[in-house]
């Protein structure tokens, strides 16, 4: 028998009314979606296009209406459905007068853990999230990228099973951006469930082993990167440098490249433009070193569900 998936949706929707006119809004339609254990799912669109109010909907910070959404089985109104869950939202929010050890504990208590594994289990964790000497500071001091980074520990304190993290990686530098990065990672070999949201395609891309892009409420894709990103998107052809100024013809052609030192490497869009750049590399004396085609990308398959989603 298959287990169960750890998040569900069945028909959630979302509809709110805004203005003096009461006018209704969809943020979210008719979503079908299901997450399963130990997997890391990435939930990405562009701003607005309903990730954070999907995550309310299944922590139940806001109800829908219509549709339903489980955790671990558990319809998301129960309470039973989030003992085991751990969320960061997005640009979290802490009382500024506590350290960093005051919000963990506090945290902590919440699940009723006992001082003594909430004292060890907050001490691990600023140290895995970079702040193992900050725990006694007012949490006024701290940069957005320090807060981030505590969200981030107080989301793992109660050694949850599924972690929802709203564009957990907003307000980080690069180094911090990869720790964290890293963290998610660790928590699949823990058989961690993750579910994050992004509009920042090369988090998801980097992580996740299955995606769902969202766009004005609707599920426009879901499934493994693999499967997303198989498409061909074209041909690439490495061609050595000669005393050939090849950047006239890729413009003529409207061909994209780049180069360096040693080579051009050019984009063409399919086999009418490979039979052309052959013909050309006979006349001209062009080397073509390699050419084979190009996947897409996940920014690339993104923007191909939006153009078809339009039409």
């Known amino acids: 028998m298959s287990a169960k998936p750890v998040i569900k949706t069945d028909g959630l929707s979302k509809q709110y009314r805004l ?34 109010t999907t995550i309310k909907l299944l922590l139940d910070h806001a109800r829908p209406t219509k549709g339903k959404a489980f955790l671990f089985g558990f319809d998301a109104t129960d309470p039973h459905a989030r ?8 640009l979290p929010h802490f009382y500024q007068f506590l350290t960093a050890n005051e919000l963990l504990d506090y945290s902590g208590k ?6 003594t594994k909430l004292a060890k289990r907050s001490g691990e964790l600023l140290e895995t999230v970079g702040l193992g000497d900050r725990g ?14 505590l969200g981030f520990a107080q989301a793992l304190i109660n050694h949850p099973d599924l972690v ?4 957990p990686l907003g307000g ?16 699949k070999s823990k058989n961690t469930t993750v579910f994050f949201s992004s509009h920042i395609l090369e988090d998801a891309q980097k992580v996740a082993d299955r995606i769902g892009i969202i766009h004005k409420g609707h599920l426009l894709a879901c499934g493994k990167k693999s499967e997303l990103l198989q498409t061909k ?9 000669n005393e050939f100024d090849l950047s006239g013809l890729c413009k003529k052609n409207n061909w994209q490249y780049q180069t360096n030192e040693e080579c051009y490497t050019v984009t063409i ?5 490979v039979q052309k750049l052959y013909k050309l590399a006979s006349e001209k004396k062009i080397n073509i070193i390699s050419l084979h085609h190009r996947q897409l990308n996940l920014e690339e398959a993104f923007l191909k569900e939006l153009d078809r989603w339009k039409a």
């Open 110 to 115: 919440l699940f009723c853990l006992s001082k």
């Open 233 to 241: 998107a074209g041909w690439e052809a490495e061609i050595a440098i």
């Open 172 to 187: 980080l530098d690069p180094i911090g951006r990869v720790e964290l990065m890293n963290l998610i990672t660790d928590l």
């Open 136 to 149: 006694n500071e007012r949490l006024r001091g701290f940069s957005r990228g320090m807060l981030q980074r």
């Open 19 to 52: 203005g003096l006119t009461l006018k209704p809004v969809d943020a979210v339609t008719d979503l079908n979606l299901e997450v399963n254990e130990g997997e890391i799912f990435a939930f990405i669109g562009l701003n607005g296009a309903g990730k954070t």
């Open 83 to 90: 003992e085991r869950i751990g969320y960061l939202p997005d």
């Open 269 to 273: 869009s399919d086999d009418e433009d």
């Open 164 to 167: 929802i993290l709203d564009e």
